[in-house]
């Protein structure tokens, strides 16, 4: 069994549950955590650190017995780590996955887009352990390795989805008040191809016109801003692209779009995607739809809207 296809290894989960999870056996889960000199119980270890140092920094008041009963664990287990003053490492010549990213909070371009949003979690929400909301969450491609699913997963096309989890994005507008939320991810298309060329299934993937895809973009950032709360934070995902032969810098046009929505910039990392790394765009099919990286820009809503003069 190779290891190559265990791409969603959650440290946090059991062996047997990383092998349903990935299909495939436990002896390769085990042999992945061999190649990879995983240090299981250091995750552990770091896993139940944070946790109860998440939960004893909200509840400041409340002592050993009373945390350990909110988390379900003893109170013995909660006192040991509550006198720690640094986080577990992992032996030597071994490594901790979930330590992985206090060492990636310095890193700005990333292959994995799940750590992106693993680090723009931990560095602008790291009293969370997942977002939120995601209004375009599709096959939930992000949120795999240890990055929990938001606790609200929104898709305009939920309904060709077999997926009970995605809400239709329409019922996102009516169900939650104004200002109901700390933050919410969007990944929407970035690229337009022309009506004939699109099938059933790339609703998903494109616009049919620069200016369908201008104001699609511009309503969501829009319905984002009213959603969030004052602070709340946007995570934005976007690309440039070719478009008739000319680049079209759609990653500009969000920026000002976003602006003008009332939003400030506070965070930029560049997805480089591993798989197309020599992508010649003068020679391919995907010359219109495929830019070899992205941007995850965070955005923060500020109370008053700033305009460029
Ligand atoms: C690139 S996919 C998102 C993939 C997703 N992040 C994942 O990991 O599976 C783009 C998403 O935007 C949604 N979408 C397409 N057109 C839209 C529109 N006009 N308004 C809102 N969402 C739209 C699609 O249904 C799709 O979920």
Redesign the pocket.
């Known amino acids: 069994m190779k290891t190559s296809r265990i791409t969603n290894y959650d440290p946090t989960l059991s062996v047997e549950e990383n092998a349903a999870n990935n299909n495939v056996t436990v002896a390769a889960i085990r042999s992945f955590i061999q190649a990879k000199g995983i240090d299981r119980s250091t995750d552990r270890q770091i896993y139940l650190y944070d946790k109860i140092k998440e939960y004893a920094s909200q509840h400041p008041e409340e002592k050993a017995p009373r945390i350990a009963a909110g988390l379900g664990l003893s109170a013995n287990t909660v006192r040991k780590y509550l006198k720690m003053q640094e986080q577990p490492r992992p032996k030597k010549k071994k490594i901790a996955v979930l330590n992985q990213i206090d060492k990636m909070k310095f890193i700005s371009i990333l292959n994995s887009q799940t750590d992106i949003l693993k680090v723009i979690l931990a560095i602008h929400r790291p009293q969370r352990d997942r977002f939120q909301c995601?209004?375009?969450?599709?096959?939930?491609?992000?949120y795999k390795n240890g990055l929990h699913k938001p606790t609200l997963c929104y898709?305009?096309?939920s309904s060709l989805l077999n997926n009970r989890e995605i809400r239709d994005?329409e019922d996102f507008k009516t169900a939650w008040p104004d200002g109901s939320f700390d933050n919410i991810v969007i990944?929407?298309?970035c690229s337009v191809e022309m009506p004939a060329t699109k099938s059933r299934f790339d609703?998903?993937?494109h616009?049919s016109s620069l200016d369908e895809l201008c104001s699609?973009h511009e309503?969501?950032l829009r319905l984002a801003y009213r959603k969030l709360q004052t602070n709340g934070i946007l995570v934005y995902?976007t690309m440039d692209f070719t478009f008739q032969n000319a680049p079209y810098w759609l990653s500009d046009a969000v920026l000002r779009m976003a602006k003008e929505t009332g939003f400030e910039l506070i965070d930029k990392f560049i997805y480089a995607d591993p798989n197309q790394p020599k992508i010649d765009r003068r020679h391919t099919r995907f010359t219109s739809s495929v830019p070899a990286h992205a941007y995850f820009f965070v955005f923060r809503k500020q109370t008053q809207i700033c305009y460029t003069l």
């Not at 995601?134 to 992000?142: R, S």
């Open positions: 995601d209004l375009t969450a599709w096959k939930l491609g992000f898709d305009k096309f994005l990944d929407l298309p609703v998903s993937t616009f699609e309503k969501m995902k």
